[in-house]
């Protein structure tokens, strides 16, 4: 089983409502890179985001912050992380496995409806996973002005080749 093959199998199977980005959704989009986390995008209602946690928290995850986990449902504390400390993912790390880390968009430049109505699959053993647009993957990756992403946005704009 390859990177993050459990978990987006469970949050596939049990229904949360999201869509994959950043390079694992490059990678189902046939190209890979190297990554260390898995980046979604999901529905932030608050049913929603419940079943996000109860996956993350079966599969032994917890928050990388000092935090409830159940304060994510909570669109109001969302907007303090957001305009006090520029928090615009919420990550769950894996307490025995260091290297598994799973950022969930909180603030993210593309809404997970607009995503969600360009999506993809990607095929993970059977099962049909959401994956983000190229086109919305390029905004994403441009929004969020890192130097570490210019590679990928290279990439994006050769993939599209005028399409934006």
């Known amino acids: ?34 990554t260390i986390d898995l980046d979604i ?9 419940g079943q ?3 996956v993350m928290t079966k599969l032994g995850y917890i928050s990388r912050i000092p935090v409830d986990v159940n304060e ?20 769950f790390i894996h307490p025995k496995q260091h290297k598994d880390s799973v950022d969930v968009m909180i603030y993210p430049a593309v809404s997970f409806e ?14 049909k996973v959401p994956v983000a647009s190229l086109v919305d993957l390029l905004t994403l990756k441009n929004s969020a002005k890192r130097a570490k992403d210019l590679p990928d946005i290279l990439t994006l704009e050769r993939l599209l080749g005028g399409q934006i």
């Open 72 to 91: 994510l449902k909570d669109p109001k504390k969302r907007e303090v992380w957001y305009t006090e400390k520029n928090m615009k993912v919420f990550t």
């Open 41 to 49: 995008l999901p529905d932030l209602s608050e049913s929603n985001l």
């Open 114 to 127: 607009e995503a969600d109505s360009k999506k993809i699959y990607g095929d993970i053993e059977g099962i």
């Open 52 to 54: 996000l946690i109860k």
């Open 1 to 34: 089983m390859g990177l993050y093959e459990r978990e987006l199998k469970e949050l596939t199977n049990t229904g949360v409502k999201y869509v994959v980005v950043g390079a694992v959704a490059l990678a189902l989009h046939n190209h890979p890179r190297f």
